[in-house]
């Protein structure tokens, strides 16, 4: 009996894993290659308490459309689809620079220009009150625009095709503030390491273990 | 033996993937004479149209207030929807007399109170506030003709409870209830 009730559950799983497998090739397989490129854009193993849904948080509303230009549709637009927008066009850097040949000047252009993207957005986070960042949606914002714009920076570095003059020293002045700031949200007590996934810049979690939390800006 | 087990355990995984992961969730809607094939059914491509371009539409569900955390996707699955079983219920009236559109109908009506319950669950975490943007977000003049038309098709037999077999969405109960017996009106051919 014992016997027959594994073979059903084997028989289960295998079949669900066969058919799955089938289905769900492509979700797969492009998420992936988004994962390898860019890395996860927030901890996998974050508190959901602490993280929201970037998407949706009142500072991208205030900020997105500094970062994305949609012209005069942006007063007819939702923050949640302009920040997809920044989101999708990041993916097919991604994808271009994983896929696309090494040398491909505009695979190089289209990471820089993501890295500048991700920065700004970033950096107006950071200029907002200190205590937004208290909410989960804000913070998530904060985490997956900071850790793209130091995945997508870092990208740029390594690809062949050299960075133009001007852009190295906006990706550099975005890379200070943005260090800047991950120092002072880790003495606040706003950005833990547990916030960030694994695969993050190697900077930032350096600031997130060797800064120590002095207080709590989030309590009240 | 084991081959039947073996048989028996893929049958059931098709069936989950089916259901859960294709959303074929009208396969499992109970058969019988009042009901057909939802896929067969005519009224889908009929309100294709409607579907079209539901923005220029100034009755369906839209949001109030700037201060929300409804999601662009969410907020057009709730302009979509509303759209669609508009069209279905109420630009239609006749069409759940016919079996397979009643199927489809059904299947349907599930997928909009379950699109309601999952945003309100979303909203629950941003409290009170958010729960009423999101209950005035599906308190559309649309979204009222809907509920219009769903009480008169429960009222007149239309749709009764055993239609939805062990899948009635929790707001129509009460209603399914209400009319418990009521033969349907449907013009006969």
Not at chain 2, 141 to 169: C, E, H, S, Y
Request: aromatic share 10%; with cysteine.
């Amino acid at each position: 009996m014992i016997r027959q009730l594994l073979t059903l559950i084997l028989a289960f799983v295998g079949g669900f894993l066969m058919v799955g497998a089938w289905i769900w090739a492509p979700q797969i397989s492009s998420a992936m290659s988004s994962f390898v490129s860019v890395g996860p854009s927030v901890s996998l193993f974050a508190d959901a308490n602490r993280l929201g849904r970037p998407e949706v948080a009142p500072v991208v509303r205030s900020c997105i459309f500094r970062v994305v230009d949609v012209g005069p549709d942006a007063t007819k637009m939702e923050p949640s689809a302009a920040y997809f927008i920044l989101k999708a066009g990041s993916m097919q850097a991604s994808v271009a620079a994983l896929a696309g040949k090494p040398d491909d000047p505009r695979s190089g252009f289209r990471t820089v220009l993501s890295a500048i993207k991700w920065g700004e957005l970033a950096s107006c986070i950071y200029a907002q009150d200190d205590r937004e960042l208290c909410d989960p949606d804000n913070r998530a914002a904060m985490v997956e625009a900071t850790t793209k714009f130091f995945a997508f920076a870092k990208q740029a570095e390594a690809s062949k095709s050299p960075i133009a003059g001007g852009d190295a020293s906006v990706i550099e002045n975005f890379s200070d503030k943005l260090l800047n700031a991950l120092k002072n949200h880790r003495r606040y007590g706003t950005l833990v390491a547990a916030d960030f996934g694994s695969f993050t810049a190697p900077e930032i979690m350096r600031i997130m273990r060797e800064e120590k939390e002095t207080r709590d800006i989030c309590k009240r | 033996m084991r081959a039947a087990f073996v048989l028996g355990g893929i049958f059931l995984g098709v069936n989950l993937i089916n259901y859960f992961v294709l959303g074929h969730t009208g396969d499992y809607l109970p058969g019988g004479q009042r009901m057909g094939e939802w896929k067969e059914a005519k009224i889908r491509e009929a309100c294709y149209p409607a579907l079209e371009s539901p923005e220029r539409d100034e009755l369906l569900p839209k949001l109030t207030s700037n201060e929300h955390r409804v999601d662009w996707r969410d907020l057009n699955r709730a302009k979509e929807m509303t759209a669609a079983l508009n069209c279905y219920l109420v630009t239609h009236p006749n069409a759940i007399c016919e079996r397979n559109n009643r199927a489809y109908i059904i299947d349907y009506i599930n997928r909009y109170f379950a699109t309601f319950d999952e945003m309100m669950n979303t909203a629950k975490r941003y409290g009170e506030s958010e729960m009423s943007t999101v209950r005035n977000l599906w308190d559309s003049p649309r979204n009222r003709a809907i509920n219009a038309a769903l009480m008169q098709v429960t009222g007149n037999g239309r749709l009764i409870k055993a239609d939805f077999g062990w899948t009635v969405p929790a707001a129509m109960k009460p209603l399914l209830d209400r009319y418990k017996g009521t033969t349907d009106n449907c013009p006969r051919a």
